[in-house]
């Protein structure tokens, strides 16, 4: 576990010396899209009965914990490629799964971060929600998973240009399709197959109904709990192979 703290304490340095600009950056999406779609487009609609603000504000904190967390590939690939970190790791006597958990878990702590400015913008606009275990679950979970896909992608994804064609290509249309914008029920039937397999849509379902005061989703949790057990593996697995 010293080895696991080590690397999680490089990370929270690094979120504390570039703490002011993070979080001016987690603010510019959100009220964009809180002005753009929340009191702009969707003032006067409703979606299942509330209005289309309350719908909005629980897919925002899903797509933006998604994108935090994945968001770690790209200071990982300037670390192991630049700064030559990976290989002082490598060198010390840290474990693939403290390496792992270290670098999961500074994505969860960005996640945590623009999640928070986010439900802070909420509050001054007025929405207020249920923020109970079952919603942080959920936001740590979905931001879990990301992180370890985004350690994946950052190590078996060499090229900068690459790793900007996964974020276009994967994760922003997830980003917008996955339930955060709109409900997944309103699309044709074979698409619905396609979004619901989507991990972000279990999550938006999952953090949604938890700020609604409905309760825990317990199948989406239990989804999600499975998804963070093999994208963990899947993280190990990846470490594992770049180091050889």
């Known amino acids: 576990m010293r080895g696991f703290f080590a690397v999680y304490l490089r990370e929270l340095l690094i979120i504390w010396h570039r703490?002011?600009?993070?979080?001016?950056?987690?603010?510019?999406?959100?009220?964009?899209?809180?002005?753009?779609?929340?009191?702009?487009?969707?003032?006067?609609?409703?979606?299942?009965g509330r209005p289309y603000l309350e719908f909005l504000i629980p897919g925002l904190v899903a797509a933006s914990s998604m994108m935090?967390?994945?968001?770690i590939n790209v200071e990982i690939n300037v670390a192991r490629f630049y700064l030559k970190v990976f290989?002082?790791?490598?060198?010390?006597?840290?474990?693939?799964?403290?390496?792992?958990?270290g670098e999961i878990l500074s994505g969860v702590t960005r996640a945590l971060l623009s999640t928070t400015v986010i439900l802070i913008i909420t509050s001054l606009a007025g929405v207020s929600f249920h923020?109970?275990?079952?919603?942080?679950?959920?936001?740590?979970l979905n931001a879990f998973i990301f992180a370890a896909l985004g350690v994946t992608s950052a190590m078996v994804i060499k090229s900068h240009?690459?790793?900007?064609?996964?974020?276009?290509?994967?994760?922003?249309p997830m980003a917008f399709l996955g339930g955060t914008f709109f409900p997944v029920e309103n699309m044709p039937g074979p698409?619905?197959?396609?979004?619901?397999?989507?991990?972000?849509?279990?999550?938006?379902?999952?953090i949604r109904q938890?700020?609604?005061?409905?309760?825990?989703?317990?199948t989406d949790l239990y989804l999600l709990l499975v998804l963070a057990g093999l994208?963990?593996?899947?993280?190990?697995?990846?470490?594992?192979k770049a180091r050889d």
């Open 131 to 140: 923020f109970g275990p079952a919603f942080w679950s959920g936001v740590v």
């Open 87 to 101: 290989e002082e790791f490598q060198a010390a006597p840290i474990s693939n799964l403290s390496y792992v958990l």
């Open 19 to 48: 703490l002011p600009r993070m979080l001016l950056s987690f603010s510019v999406s959100p009220t964009l899209y809180l002005v753009a779609f929340g009191f702009g487009l969707g003032k006067d609609l409703s979606v299942g």
């Open 68 to 71: 935090q967390g994945f968001g």
């Open 161 to 172: 240009a690459d790793q900007a064609l996964v974020t276009n290509f994967i994760i922003t």
């Open 191 to 206: 698409v619905q197959l396609v979004l619901k397999a989507l991990p972000l849509t279990h999550a938006s379902r999952l």
């Open 231 to 240: 994208c963990l593996l899947l993280a190990y697995w990846s470490v594992d």
């Open 210 to 218: 938890a700020s609604y005061g409905e309760g825990l989703n317990v």
